[in-house]
């Protein structure tokens, strides 16, 4: 059986900018995408997502082809379906029907 993937993790910023400037001179990674409301940062092992307050919670993101299965399914504006669902804890999981 193979294992689940994690996509990516996603955390708050309130500045994207000033954020990704700092992982950029922080650390050796990827810009994939910026805009005002979110970036996407690539490392090696998987992708950071920084999201403004309130955009999206803070989340770590599985790839999980059934997605499309569910019959209540979000739309990113990359076109990636995706559903949110919460562990025992209330930690925020979203699945995602494709790699980004």
């Not at 810009?31 to 092992?45: C, E, H, I, P, V």
């Not at 403004?52 to 997605?67: E, K, L, R, Y």
């Amino acid at each position: 059986m193979k294992l689940s993937y994690i996509d990516h993790v996603a955390i708050e910023s309130k500045n994207i900018k000033e954020s990704v400037n700092w992982y950029m001179e922080s650390f050796i990674c990827d810009l994939k995408y910026q805009d005002d409301s979110w970036a996407l940062l690539g490392f090696r092992n998987l992708a950071l997502a920084l999201v403004t307050p309130g955009q999206h919670p803070a989340h770590f993101a599985i790839v999980d082809a059934s997605v499309g299965n569910f019959k209540i399914t979000q739309v990113h504006r990359d076109g990636v379906r995706y559903i949110y669902n919460t562990d025992p804890d209330k930690n925020v999981i979203e699945l995602i029907d494709r790699k980004t």
